[in-house]
């Protein structure tokens, strides 16, 4: 009779199930799956802290549309990766956090890195469990995945003690279990399609609203349909830029407090009203608004504002059935109305607003300036990734996506230091597109040993750091007389030679007319390069009509 160990059945049942990448730092008592998980064909990349690996699985998710794995030690290993956890579910993107754990005979006793970690993982993740027998190993993956995938995605854990990781069962024994589909595609009621439509056609200032739920359900193709057909005015949140590409003409991104606070009717699709959005409510929006809400999840229907129309169901089914409903009615929005005429007027005044910015050759330079030669360097293919405060901001709006699931940023949560996993993740599951991180020099410091990981592996990846010496801002020189303020980095931080500490190629620059053959040369560089672009301490973003997280 043949017997086989839980690490093998963990990898060959990850495998089964279309998990084909794993993250992770190993060490006891899971060193034994990362070897499986090899053998078994998965690609495991080492990483150098759990929050980042954590932060990869993710990206792999949102990606690839299967879940990515991260494997950690138990105790401090996983209560790092919680991180990405939090971070994951926040996201709603799916991914699998696999822990190891000290051994079921010595619960209780205070062992090697003991820890309750089912309980401490539970509130970050939709399905949380601990395996208690080795045999049921696939049963456990079958149901992580499926629960990381179906309905609105997140996060799952599977604790796996050192004595389930090594125990060695009969094949015969292990119940077998069935792959599991991609997520299937409900559709909404026919009555609530024609409610939206009806709800548009009677619209003075309609607005659409993409976000990265729709991206998420890859329903790109459905979405350009769609807005080409109607002619409705878009806005692509954060991470929903690229389902309808920045630069298609009915984009209103570069009117964006306008479109949202004097728009009447809003399709919101795979958005949620949440501070990314202001919450739906005023002074960033109509206190009247009508909001048409598409979402998987009924429970986020009406959340901050009632919903005049639920399209409860599948992003790219919905989008459909819309589109089919539009066959009967060929409606589609006016060409020449006072809206659209508003919203390019804004358009065009915030265009002018930045162009003194943009065209500042003082060094060291401003923001805009930077991204001015980024914006023409970026590869149309290229995975954007970017983080920072005003590095990311900016960069939103400078950094046009043509492509879906194309930015990946601090999403959701807020959270700084997910740039470099990521990025890391981007290059191993596409190695055929340039991945570009854009960060904030704060930002970058989170991961910023990651560059290891990048170099080891040769992931090309191009970090740009927009390097401002601080928090925020950075002053010239530090204070003799007081304390560091607490939001001060190093002046003129030498980041791109940590890169060049691992191989991989460094520059650094203060002068904004060497930023484009810098560029140039890392892009044709063969391998990871960091490009450090000294930033003026003080230079900051256009006026902004309302402060940050008004609402
Ligand atoms: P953004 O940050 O782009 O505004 P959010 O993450 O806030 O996006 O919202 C995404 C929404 O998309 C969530 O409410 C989630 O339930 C929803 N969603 C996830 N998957 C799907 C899907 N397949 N179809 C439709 N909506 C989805
Ligand atoms: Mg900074």
């Known amino acids: 009779m043949a017997t086989v160990n839980g690490a093998t059945l963990i990898a060959r049942s990850l495998k089964q199930q279309g998990v084909d990448y794993m993250f992770g730092i190993v060490g006891f008592p899971v060193q034994g799956i990362a070897a499986a998980a090899q053998k078994e064909g998965i690609t495991y990349i080492g990483m150098r802290n759990e929050q980042a690996a954590s932060y990869a699985a993710q990206a792999v998710g949102y990606i690839t549309g299967r879940p990515g794995a991260c494997l950690v030690v138990s105790g401090p290993g996983v209560i790092h990766a919680l991180a990405g956890l939090a971070n994951a579910q926040q996201n709603c993107w799916p991914m699998i956090l696999i822990g190891g754990a000290s051994p079921v005979y010595q619960n209780g006793m205070g062992a090697f890195q003991e820890e309750r970690q089912v309980l401490a993982a539970t509130p970050f993740c939709k399905y949380a469990a601990a395996v208690e027998h080795s045999a049921r190993i696939p049963y456990y993956v079958e149901q992580a995945v499926r629960t990381s995938i179906y309905g609105r995605p997140g996060a799952a854990y599977l604790d796996l003690p050192d004595d389930i990781i090594r125990g060695e069962v009969e094949e015969s024994d292990v119940p077998s279990v069935a792959p599991v589909s991609d997520a299937p595609r409900a559709q909404t009621t026919p009555e609530s399609i024609d409610a939206a439509l009806a709800a548009l056609e009677s619209a003075e200032r309609p607005l659409v609203i993409v976000g990265k739920g729709m991206a998420w359900s890859r329903a790109e193709d459905e979405v350009r349909e769609f807005i080409e057909r109607t002619q409705l005015p878009f806005l692509a949140s954060p991470m929903g830029k690229g389902v309808v590409p ?102 065009d005044e915030n265009a002018t607003a930045i162009e003194s910015m943009m065209q500042d050759d003082a060094a060291p330079m401003n923001y805009y300036r930077a991204f001015r030669d980024i914006r023409e360097w970026l590869p149309e293919d290229a995975i954007i990734v970017s983080e920072g405060a005003s590095t990311m901001d900016i960069g939103r709006t400078q950094m046009p996506n043509s492509r879906p699931r194309s930015r990946l940023d601090a999403g959701t949560y807020g959270t700084m230091g997910v740039g470099m996993g990521f990025a890391v993740a981007a290059a191993t599951v596409a190695p055929d597109r340039p991945v570009v991180a854009v960060e904030g020099d704060s930002a970058f410091g989170f991961s910023g040993m990651e560059v290891e990981t990048m170099c080891r592996y040769n992931l090309p990846v191009k970090i740009v750091v927009l390097n401002n010496g601080g928090i925020g801002g950075g002053i010239d020189e530090f204070p003799k007389d007081r304390p560091i303020p607490p939001g001060i980095l190093t002046i003129g931080a030498r980041y791109d030679k940590v890169m060049e500490a691992f191989g991989g190629k460094g520059f650094y620059l203060e002068d904004p007319a060497e930023l484009r053959a810098a560029l140039d040369e890392a892009m044709a560089f063969d391998g990871p390069a960091l490009i450090n672009c000294r930033l003026n301490p003080r230079a900051g973003r256009k006026p902004q009509e309302f402060g940050w997280l008004t609402t």
């Open 246 to 347: 920045d630069d298609h003409p009915l984009s209103v991104g570069a009117a964006r407090s306008t479109a949202l606070r004097d728009a009447d009717v809003i399709l919101l699709m795979g958005a949620r009203l949440n501070w990314i959005m202001h919450f739906g409510l005023p002074p960033r929006f109509n206190k009247d608004v009508r909001i048409l809400q598409l979402d998987i999840s009924s429970e986020e229907i009406g959340r901050n504002v009632p919903a005049e129309v639920a399209l409860v169901g599948d992003g790219k089914a919905v989008v459909g059935q819309l589109n089919t409903a539009l066959g009967d009615r060929q409606w589609f929005y006016p060409k020449e109305t006072e809206w659209r005429q508003a919203l390019a007027k804004k358009a």
